[in-house]
């Protein structure tokens, strides 16, 4: 095996229209080059500023070091637990595991314990219901054309701009987006239903006892992250299982939810939370109290396809969120060999590392300007705006 070590970082912001992509290119001496991504919800800019100001932390250091560069990095940095943070340990280390790949001459899943789910992975669509006016007829629709592109899963937010507590009129109108959705679909299509952290234990509770009898296969986040209590006193009370952990960010708050919480399901998004050294531990955390592990991924292609390494890998894998369907319609553009996706599943790219790069002449003609990215759809209602929410 060559030895190399890492000597520069490149960073690149797409102009995905409702939340900036960005991308991580680390560099080595050995002229191998590993991809990663860095998204975070509208903070490009501070994430790529982030990286070169936490550079000293990566650069001349081994990239097979991963546990290093990560403990090092989390550690010393004296207020880690923060998203900035902790995007740039997941950049880093994610971009570390495709240099590996490239190295060893092997895709990053056999280096990461091996696929134990076959070629191709179970996938639910998200980004599908911007254009359906917050009706139950618009949702009906946009649902019915989900299944017609091979999905029998999908996720969606009924719930509005909600906060807290949500008057009757209203929540009736998200019960019957449900089951309008439902009804569309059949009783064969797993719907995953977002509450985005908006509610209340009491108000989750009386929610997911109104939405059981249209068989959801999850409730997810119906509480802010910032409440533990909550998160359990709603895991223990709803007749739908609870998913949740999008915005925790390290091993440890999933140690919490865990151990504290009767959750069935956690979320992290590998891209904020540690890449795949603490995905892979917090996938085992999960697996030791038979919780299953759906990560988060609201991102881009280049995520897609490192989450797909890792989730073949992981025993206690349920199922992993996808928006390529419904994304730009450049965004197949953006890697020299796009995902497959069909069916309603991803196929784990093949190849060293992660099997992709960047089609760099697409990202500069696609680069980041304040102009070039805006809030999505928002839609009127009798009693409010509501804007759709596909976090």
């Keep these: 095996m060559q030895e190399t070590t890492i000597t520069d970082v490149e960073t690149y912001i797409v102009a995905n229209p409702w939340k900036p992509w960005v991308f991580v290119e680390l560099e080595t001496e050995a002229g191998v080059t590993g991809l990663a991504e860095a998204t975070t919800h509208d903070k490009p800019r501070t994430v790529a500023a982030a990286i070169e100001e936490m550079s000293n932390y990566f650069i001349g250091k081994d990239p097979f070091d991963t546990e290093a560069i990560w403990l090092e990095m989390y550690r010393d940095e004296w207020f880690s637990k923060n998203v900035i943070n902790t995007t740039v340990c997941s950049a880093v280390d994610m971009a570390c595991w495709d ?44 649902a019915e054309r989900v299944v017609d592109d091979g999905y029998d899963a999908m996720k969606f937010d009924p719930f509005g701009t909600a906060w807290q507590r949500m008057p009757k009129k209203d929540l009736n109108h998200s019960v019957e987006i449900v089951r309008a959705v439902r009804e569309a679909v059949g009783p064969d299509v797993d719907l995953l239903i977002e509450c985005h952290g908006r509610f209340t234990a009491g108000q989750a509770v009386d929610i997911a006892r109104k939405l059981d009898e249209f068989e959801p296969t999850w409730f997810e986040e119906p509480c802010p992250p910032d409440s533990i209590n909550s998160l359990a006193e709603v895991a223990d009370k709803s007749p739908i299982p609870v998913a949740t952990g999008e915005r925790h960010i390290s091993k440890h708050d ?48 280049v995520a897609s396809a490192i989450y797909a390494h890792l989730c073949a890998t992981v025993p206690n894998f349920m199922i992993q969120e996808l928006f390529q369907t419904y994304d730009v319609e450049w965004v197949d553009d953006l890697l020299t060999e796009p995902l497959v996706v069909e069916d309603g599943f991803i196929e784990v790219p093949e190849g060293p590392g992660y099997g992709i790069e960047l089609d760099h002449d697409v990202v500069e003609e696609h680069a980041y300007t304040e102009e070039g990215v805006h809030t999505i759809n928002l839609f009127e209602k009798d009693w409010e705006k509501r804007e759709v929410d596909l976090r």
């Design 254 to 301: 999933f140690f919490e939810l865990v151990t504290r919480t009767d959750v069935d399901i956690i979320q992290p998004d590998l891209m904020n939370t540690g890449g795949l050294t603490e995905g892979k531990k917090i996938a085992g955390l999960a697996e030791a109290d038979h919780v299953s592990f759906a990560p988060h991924n609201p991102q881009g292609p």
């Design 99 to 142: 240099i590996k790949g490239k190295l060893l001459d092997e895709p990053v899943y056999k280096l990461l314990g091996g696929k134990v789910h076959g070629d191709r992975l179970r996938t639910y669509a998200n980004g599908w219901y911007t254009d359906t006016e917050g009706e139950p007829e618009g949702f009906a629709e946009a």
